[in-house]
Structures are given as C-alpha cells and as structure tokens.
T-cell receptor
Framework: NAGVTQTPKFRILKIGQSMTLQCAQD?????MYWYRQDPGMGLKLIYY???????DKGEVPNGYNVSRSTTEDFPLRLELAAPSQTSVYFC?????????????FGEGSRLTVL | AQKVTQAQTEISVVEKEDVTLDCVYE???????LFWYKQPPSGELVFLIR??????QNEISGRYSWNFQKSTSSFNFTITASQVVDSAVYFC????????????FGTGTRLTIIP
C-alpha cells in the first residue's frame, strides 16, 4: 500500500515552460486535493476533486489546471510557468468515516521556476 | 470565512523542557474539525491529531497533549519533555466539512529543540 505518490519530487522549470505534477493514490479515496506551500507559509488549496470527472477550484487556482479521469490519479498541470509558482506542491487524498475523516498527504514536489 | 492563527512563528527550547504551541481559530459554524500536522525537515506532512467541535475532551498521546477550548477558540498543542526529534514546523488546520470544504492552515510554528 503506497498511499499517495507524487512525481517528480524536484523540478526546475524555465519561465513559460509547461509541466504536469503527477499524483496517484491506491486507497480508493474519492476526494483528492492539490495544495501549495510557499516558504514560511501554510498550505493553500489550488484545486480539489470529489470524484472521477469532478474538479473544482480552491483558493489559488490561477495558472493551474487539473483533471480527474480516474479515481486513482489527479494530475496538476502548469501551462506557462511563472516565478510566482515556485513552491512545494502537496497532493492529498481523503478517506471519510461518517462525518469524520483523515487526510493523507504525499511527500511533496518542489518546483523552482527560473 | 475560516481563519487559523498561529502567532508563534518560531520557538526554541532546550531539550527536556515542555513547550506549548498555540492555535486560535475563527469560524461561525458550530460543526468543524481541527487538526495538527508535523512537518519535519524532510518535508512530508505527518498527521498528529484530528478533533471535531463536539468533543472538547483533552487528549494525551505519549508526550503529546492537546487542549481544545471552544470558549477561547483555541486548540493548543503541548509537548512534554521535548526531544531533538520534535524539531519541526507544526501546522494547525481547520475544516468545516470534509470533501466540500478546504482545509484552512495556519502559517505554522517552527519548533527547534536545542540539545
């Protein structure tokens, strides 16, 4: 049971390049999330998904796109990388237990845009 | 909108001392969930505790304890007899509704345990 797996762990991009951060979970969780963590800050929600085929914007969605074609995968796409997108990105998935639940995080992907 | 405030940006204590990390939250809802996560230097986020708004009982887990007080909207975290391995950034977070609401994080408290 691998949990939440993110790839790549590190990436350097040039301004204007595009890339996709991959996120996969093997726990059959319906809810998945992408957060970014800027230096010295807490996490901010970029996008989330409540199930395959359904995605919605979070607090800071500009410059990003997501898709959720399967329950397992939730990739995050950066179309035109900008220095402001330099951050650590965390993917997470959620298991619900009645009205309660637990959020499982991946190990993070550190992205630098130069 | 919800808000989580961790006023302590950085704390340093000598090993074996006790230390309390403060968390103050804001929400108008009566149903909510509070969390603490640990982020060690390696960068991953480690779940520590989840508490719902209907359960104000304090919790102890080994050297860790949590004091939830709705009257002051606080959910403070105490480490007893601190150890060097406790050095990390600790985040407090809140959500109203799993799945449909985002997890609102505080800005974190960087705890350094001095040997």
């Amino acid at each position: 049971n691998a949990g939440v797996t993110q790839t790549p762990k590190f990436r350097i991009l040039k301004i204007g390049q595009s890339m996709t951060l991959q996120c996969a979970q093997d726990m059959n969780h319906n809810y998945m999330y992408w957060y970014r963590q800027d230096p010295g800050m807490g996490l901010k929600l970029i996008y989330y998904s409540v199930g395959a085929g359904i995605t919605d914007k979070g607090e800071v969605p500009n410059g990003y796109n997501v898709s959720r074609s399967t329950t397992e995968d939730f990739p995050l796409r950066l179309e035109l990388a900008a220095p402001s997108q330099t951050s650590v990105y965390f993917c997470a998935s959620l298991t619900l237990q009645g009205l309660d639940g637990e959020l499982f995080f991946g190990e993070g992907s550190r992205l630098t845009v130069l | 909108a919800q808000k989580v405030t961790q006023a302590q940006t950085e704390i340093s204590v000598v090993e074996k001392e006790d230390v309390t990390l403060d968390c103050v939250y804001e929400t108008r809802d009566t149903t909510y969930y509070l969390f603490w996560y640990k982020q060690p230097p390696s960068g991953e986020l480690v779940f520590l505790i989840r508490r719902n708004s209907f359960d104000e009982q304090n919790e102890i887990s080994g050297r860790y304890s949590w004091n939830f007080q709705k009257s002051t909207s606080s959910f403070n975290f105490t480490i007893t007899a601190s150890q060097v391995v406790d050095s990390a950034v600790y985040f407090c977070a809140l959500t109203l509704d799993f799945g449909n609401e985002k997890l609102t994080f505080g800005t974190g408290t960087r705890l350094t345990i001095i040997p």
